[in-house]
C-alpha cells in the first residue's frame, strides 16, 4: 500500500515538475540550446517575421580593398530557403564588388524587436523570366528599360544570425552573440 502512494505521488510530482522546468527554460531562453530541431523551427520562424515586418533591408559587400559597403535595398520576401531576390542597375557599384566578391550580408532591422543578418552568396541573374517574376511597378521610373536597365541578385544563404525580443531570443549575456541557424545543415 505505501509503494502503492510513493509511486502514484511520484507520477504526480512527475506531472508537475516536467511542465514547470520546461516553462523555466523557455522563459530564460536555453531550450533554444536544449532541442535543435524546435530551436531551429522558432529561430527560422522568428527570423521570417523580423524580416517580413522590416520591410527593407541593408545589402553589405566589399570593395576591392575589402572595405565594407553598404546601401538599402527594397528586396522581395525571402522564399521557403530564405533565398532573397534584389533588383539594381547592372552599372551599379554594388555588382560590380560581387562579381569580384560574391559573399553578402543582408542585414534586417524591425525597429525595437530585433534584427536579422543573413550571410550568403550573391548572383547576378540576367535571366527575362526570372526579371518578369521579381519586379515591382513602382521601380518603373528607375528602370525604363527593362532588359538593360534591370538586374536581379539572388542571394543564397548559408546562415541566418538573429535577435527577436518578442521570441525571448536575445543574444549572449556576456559576447552578446546572437542566435544563429546554419542553413548549409540540413
Known amino acids: 500500500m505505501v509503494s502503492a502512494m510513493r509511486s502514484t505521488q511520484l507520477k504526480i510530482?512527475?506531472?508537475?515538475?516536467?511542465?514547470?522546468?520546461?516553462?523555466?527554460?523557455?522563459?530564460?531562453?536555453?531550450?533554444?540550446a536544449q532541442n535543435p530541431d524546435s530551436s531551429r523551427t522558432l529561430l527560422l520562424q522568428a527570423a521570417r517575421e523580423?524580416?517580413?515586418?522590416?520591410?527593407?533591408?541593408?545589402?553589405?559587400?566589399?570593395?576591392?580593398?575589402?572595405?565594407?559597403?553598404?546601401?538599402?535595398?527594397?528586396?522581395?520576401?525571402?522564399?521557403?530557403?530564405f533565398i532573397v531576390w534584389l533588383?539594381?542597375?547592372p552599372k551599379s557599384r554594388?555588382?560590380?564588388?560581387?562579381?569580384?566578391?560574391?559573399?553578402?550580408?543582408?542585414y534586417y532591422a524591425d525597429g525595437d524587436n530585433g534584427y536579422v543578418s543573413l550571410y550568403g552568396k550573391a548572383e547576378l541573374?540576367?535571366?527575362?523570366?526570372?526579371?518578369?517574376?521579381?519586379?515591382?511597378p513602382e521601380w518603373e521610373a528607375f528602370y525604363p528599360d527593362r532588359d538593360q536597365s534591370y538586374?536581379?541578385?539572388?542571394?543564397?544563404?548559408?546562415?541566418?544570425?538573429?535577435?527577436s525580443?518578442?521570441?525571448g531570443l536575445h543574444g549572449d549575456p556576456v559576447t552578446w552573440q546572437?542566435?544563429?541557424?546554419?542553413?548549409?545543415?540540413?
Request: a positive charge.
Open 13 to 32: 510530482l512527475n506531472h508537475l515538475v516536467l511542465p514547470v522546468t520546461i516553462l523555466l527554460l523557455v522563459s530564460s531562453g536555453t531550450a533554444v
Open 50 to 81: 523580423l524580416m517580413l515586418g522590416a520591410g527593407q533591408c541593408a545589402l553589405i559587400t566589399a570593395d576591392n580593398r575589402k572595405q565594407p559597403r553598404v546601401r538599402t535595398m527594397d528586396a522581395f520576401e525571402p522564399d521557403e530557403n
Open 87 to 89: 533588383g539594381t542597375n
Open 94 to 106: 554594388k555588382v560590380t564588388e560581387i562579381r569580384k566578391n560574391n559573399d553578402v550580408i543582408l
Open 125 to 136: 541573374v540576367n535571366d527575362a523570366s526570372a526579371k518578369a517574376k521579381y519586379w515591382k
Open 151 to 163: 538586374l536581379l541578385i539572388k542571394v543564397v544563404p548559408s546562415r541566418i544570425e538573429i535577435i
Open 165 to 167: 525580443y518578442r521570441h
Open 178 to 186: 546572437p542566435h544563429a541557424v546554419d542553413l548549409m545543415k540540413r
